[in-house]
């Protein structure tokens, strides 16, 4: 059965970079990050994560990046274990069940209407996430967030 993705806006697309270079990591010789679910979901949905054509220094280094901020969030964590994670313009980081936070952890990931909608239907239930979206915008385009209950 097709997965019926939510008609998502140009800055709302930018999601797919960023999990195309952590599938492209998980599918390479020598991965760094070992994301299999954002492979999982570029599998599911046929996406073409070569559609960006991205050498090995940008998947490297997306890959670099999101492994130094989840080891930065684990020792955070380890040293405040009622805290509360906050991932603002998550898309469809996959970080929560990367780093595994205990249950006395909030997680909200937090990303526009679009995206809040496409983690729903991709991503498997984690223990702790709160899928949040902006509950209003402002005159000036910021958004106010307020999380939202899970689906």
């Not at 054509?53 to 955070?76: E, Q, T």
């Not at 805290?83 to 970080?95: K, Q």
């Not at 249950?103 to 909608?117: I, N, Q």
């Amino acid at each position: 059965m097709a997965i019926a993705l939510p008609d998502l806006t140009p800055l709302e697309n930018t999601l797919w970079l960023t999990l195309a270079g952590k599938a492209l990591d998980y599918q390479a010789k020598h991965p760094i990050l070992h994301d299999k679910t954002a492979d999982d979901i570029v599998r599911r949905l046929d996406y073409d994560a070569g559609r960006f054509k991205l050498s090995a220094s940008p998947v490297v280094g997306i890959a670099h990046r999101s492994l130094v901020m989840d080891n930065i969030v684990r020792r955070f964590i380890a040293k405040n274990p009622d805290a509360v994670g906050l991932d603002l313009g998550a898309g469809l980081d996959t970080r929560v069940y990367r780093v595994d936070p205990p249950a006395t952890v909030e997680w909200y990931d937090v990303d526009l209407p679009g995206v809040a909608k496409a983690r729903r239907l991709l991503l498997p239930s984690a223990p702790t996430p709160t899928p949040s979206a902006p509950t209003s915008t402002t005159p000036d385009g910021s958004a106010m967030f307020r999380p939202t209950a899970p689906p």
